[in-house]
């Protein structure tokens, strides 16, 4: 009951100092359509970040690798995106989105079985290798696409504004926050309503057990990784025509996916949702106000939330 109403309490604070950021922003300004602009740019950001920290908890808690590549997964996503549809004279974001993914998810399942599996009982070693891992990829991005930024160009169908009450919303971020909750609900789903995510709950439960009743888990963890790098490549050509693809993507979007994990929870997948949303809106709202102050407004809801319950907003004590 305790734990119940101080996940209760902190949850309400964090609502309460987005709304009051909101509130403030909204006010020191008088442009109605600029607030609801920025509002949807937070949504927007939140999504994002919810698909990249989503693959990472997935990743993490199930199979408690850290992987730090993971915002390099992201960038390299996002140019591959970039470049096949600039290649392919006619290729559709949504496909660009898919064939990167695949991509993507398939480079993760080749470093997972050949790489991290080995070290699966050396997490100092798991982290040193993913870091660098990022590293190499990163370098590997700035020589073949160059140190200029490429865009992505948003989808024909979504590029005109939605205009509702006298006011006109950016239809893509729209889409981009939609997106995000049906990757939610699918997510949700497969580990909650599905043999497969039964077997992989399992797996992380007691390993050798699951070995022992015929599970394979090594095959699982692999899927999971490839399922985590696959959405986080997904998500760097869905972030694209918002970000575009350049040096650097890594660095700026990993770390907000990191706070995001550890305020909503290690493991967590509703916990990463609610966690996305919030950074999403300090973020941006916080820039807004304080742009002196902004990584001191972003930093300090996880603060908040750790100081009183480390294992996060909606993660569970380990036993």
Known sequence: MQSSQTRTVLALLAVVLVGALG?????????AQFAIVQTLNSLALGGLLFLLAAGFSLIFGLMRLANLTHGALFMLGAYIGANIMRSYEGVSLWVAMLGSGILVALMGGVLERFVLRKLSSNSLGQVLVTLGMSFIIADACLIIWGGDPIPVPTPPDLRAPIR???????TYRLAVVVLA??????????????????????GVDDMAMARAVGIPVSKLFTAVFMLGAGIAGAAGVLGGPIMSAYP????????LALIVVILGGVGSLFGAFVGSFIIGFVYTFGTALLPDLAYVILFLPMILVIAFRPQGLFGRIAA
């Open 23 to 31: 509130f403030s922003y909204i006010a020191s300004i008088r442009s």
């Open 164 to 170: 509702l009450f006298g006011y006109a919303f950016p």
């Open 181 to 202: 909750i049906v990757a939610a609900v699918a997510l949700y789903l497969l580990l909650e309503r599905t043999r497969l995510g039964a077997m992989i709950r399992a």
């Open 248 to 255: 650097g993507l890594d660095a700026d979007m990993l770390p």
